[in-house]
């Protein structure tokens, strides 16, 4: 069975500066999506980064850029110039296609806290 | 903007009562959409896969008899949650996997608060 574990329950990190939310999966799979989610107070999950398991280039979106180690199972997360607005419940999550859909098995999450 | 709707975001109701929440997707269609139930300071725990024009798939410990869904269309998904109980109160979100030039994304939606008394 597919699982994701995030070893950090919290984490908290300065305005402006960086910090990196770590994430392993164990899969059997060869072709399979890694995805980090963002959930704010408000509840609603907000896509952050999607990383494809064939594409050897790490993932980037503006300030948030991910590490793919695929021999290692890792996935980690990196937030660069930390925002206010960053502070949230941040899931790692996996899929990969099964039957037409592809379900989505989710870590525990990592609560980010961005102190002014 | 939003391209997966909820309603309702919040409803209260009396234990033995049932509960229909709607899933939609705002421009796209989706031939399978998922359930998820979240408790508090918890992860998401998917209950079930909606597919339409077929039965639901439900995950392992899910009650089907309870938690009855159906997916009317390619845009529309419904949970009903049937002789509700107060350990039914919890936050359950709707996602549905958005086409893409490679693969889907899902797309989740705000959620539904369901309090049983």
């Known amino acids: 069975a597919q699982t994701v574990t995030q070893s950090q329950p919290e984490m908290s990190v300065q305005e402006a500066e960086t910090v990196t939310l770590s994430c392993t999966y164990d899969?059997?799979?060869?072709?399979?999506?890694l995805f980090w989610y963002k959930q704010p107070p408000s509840r609603q999950m907000i896509l952050v980064i999607r990383q494809e398991a064939y594409k050897q280039q790490n993932a980037t979106e503006n300030r948030f850029s991910v590490n793919f180690q695929k021999a290692a199972k890792s996935f980690s997360l990196k937030i660069s110039d930390s925002q206010l607005g960053d502070a949230a419940m941040y899931f790692c999550a996996y899929s990969f296609p099964q039957g037409g859909s592809e379900k989505l098995v989710f870590g525990k999450g990592t609560k980010l806290t961005v102190n002014p | 903007g939003a391209v997966v709707s909820q309603h309702p975001s919040r409803v209260i109701c009396k234990s033995g009562t049932s509960v229909k929440i709607e899933c939609r997707s705002l421009d796209f269609q989706a031939t399978t959409m998922f359930w998820y139930r979240q408790f508090p300071k918890q992860s998401l725990m998917l209950m079930a896969t909606s597919n339409e024009g077929s039965k639901a798939t439900y995950e392992q410990g899910v009650e089907k008899d309870k938690f009855l869904i159906n997916h009317a269309s390619l845009t529309l998904s419904t949970l009903t949650v049937t002789s509700a109980h107060p350990e039914d109160s919890s936050f359950y979100i709707c996602s549905a996997p958005r086409p893409g030039p490679i693969t889907d994304t899902q797309y989740f939606g705000p959620g539904t608060r369901l309090t049983v008394l």
């Open positions: 899969t059997s799979e060869s072709d399979y999506y």
